[in-house]
């Protein structure tokens, strides 16, 4: 069912238009490099075929995962061989190239900017962040997006009427074609799979039919990609915003994907303190418990410590006020507001250091009532500074009142 040209290819509205550079690549004789970004089943190594496909050109595919530099320096070779000889040009796709190490990246460039290939690469990682930056800058980059509903159903009815598909063979029920959809999530060689594995089950595609082919969705979820930053991402924001249901949802997405769980539960602790802080201090206890039964037991008994861990991040009281405050310390001291410790708060338990009167005019807190007593703390270019400020959040109420009180006594305000 791979398109044969432009006009076929379902979706990627914004990449086919009248004018688009792929459009260009399509009507004009002349080499480019591109780089295909997108998701899983978007189409990525059906543009790179087409395009071959409309010019003429010889279409050679390396997979990255696979080759080596010896296999891209071959492919190179002999298109520079069939340009020389019979002015035919070469499109070099190379699958998943984020793959390739630096060196192998490297083996691209004289085939690149000599204009010997037109060169696309495609990806379902960020380039900015695998693809060497020489290669980038020589290249265009293409976002392909995920395919919406209706794309997917588009290609799903074309492949059940179409001669190279079932051919009118199979029936498609209605609702098994939603469920379909469903279970494609924007990929549409899932959605393909899918249906071929339905269709050869009963010839009257049922959303039964449908059940028993699938087995069940497919979790798309790629560790070291997009998919990993943008799930951590939206499990953080929805404990932040004590929506306990969708941290669930994100972290068994996580779980059911292959996740490390220590990655999880690192997150887990690193939150406690920063969105919940002293708001609810026990919130940290829970955290780095679960991240220690996790280390102990594994999974998937370790997925009830961190559902624990979770459900109360997500519902304790929250406060910023931690990491605010370290963020601004930290701002000073890079700003140079540094200075130095005062004399009396200078160690005094080494030969000499009377001498030099540190420790003098020291007050031991323990001798004073309340265990305070008024003296500078800080050095003179940041005295006076306010780093901690707490809310009014759960637990930290009682502390601010009595923040607000010590310091108040402490500079005599």
Same mark, same amino acid.
């Given at each position: ?39 899983? %089943? ?16 010889? !279409? ?23 340009? %020389? ?33 037109? !060169? ?8 900015? !962040? ?132 220590? !990655? ?74 540094? %200075? ?71 500079? %005599?305000?």
């Amino acid at each position: 069912m791979r398109p044969r040209t432009l006009d076929e290819v379902i979706g990627q509205r914004h990449l086919l238009g009248s004018g688009t550079p792929l459009r260009r690549l399509v009507e004009s004789e002349a080499p480019m490099s591109l780089f295909l970004w997108g998701p899983p %089943g978007t189409g990525k190594t059906t543009l790179a075929y087409v395009v071959s496909n409309v010019t003429k050109r010889r !279409f050679v595919e390396i997979s990255a995962v696979s080759a080596g530099i010896k296999d891209v320096r071959a492919a190179i070779e002999a298109a520079r061989r069939e340009l %020389g000889m019979s002015g035919r040009q070469t499109v070099l796709f190379v699958d998943e190239v984020h793959r390739f190490n630096k060196a192998q990246q490297d083996a691209l460039l004289p085939a690149v900017e000599n204009r010997w290939v037109t !060169f696309i690469g495609a990806t379902t990682e960020n380039p900015s !962040f695998s693809v060497i930056s020489p290669l980038l800058s020589r290249s265009l980059l293409l976002t392909l997006e995920s395919h919406s509903d209706d794309d997917i159903r588009a290609v799903l009815q074309r492949a059940v009427a179409d001669e190279r598909g079932l051919a009118g063979r199979a029936t498609l029920a209605p609702e098994a074609l939603d469920h379909l959809v469903r279970l494609a999530g924007g990929d549409a060689r899932r959605s393909l799979t899918y249906l071929e594995a339905a269709a050869l089950l009963s010839d009257e595609v049922t959303v039964e039919v449908v059940e028993k082919a699938a087995d069940k969705a497919a979790v798309r979820y790629d560790r070291q990609g997009d998919q990993h930053y943008d799930v951590i991402s939206a499990f953080i924001k929805a404990m932040r915003g004590s929506d306990a249901d969708a941290a669930l949802h994100y972290l068994a997405r996580m779980v059911e994907a292959g996740e490390d769980p220590r !990655f999880i539960a690192r997150r887990v602790v690193i939150f406690a303190s920063e969105d919940v802080g002293l708001a609810d201090p026990t919130c940290l206890q829970t955290a780095v418990a679960a991240a220690q039964a996790v280390q102990l037991i594994g999974l998937p008994e370790g997925q009830i410590n961190l559902a624990h861990a979770v459900i109360h991040c997500a519902l304790a009281p929250k406060s910023n006020a931690v990491v605010k405050a370290i963020g601004a310390a930290v701002g000073d001291v890079r700003k140079g507001l540094i %200075g130095q410790v005062p004399p009396h708060l200078r160690d005094s338990h080494y030969p000499g250091a009377a001498g030099l009167g540190h420790g003098d005019g020291y007050k031991y807190p323990h001798d004073f009532d309340h265990g305070l007593v008024r003296q500078e703390y800080a050095p003179e270019q940041v005295r006076g500074r306010r780093y901690y400020e707490p809310t009014r959040h759960g637990a930290e109420a009682p502390v601010a009142g009595r923040w607000a009180k010590i310091r108040a006594f402490l500079r %005599g305000e």
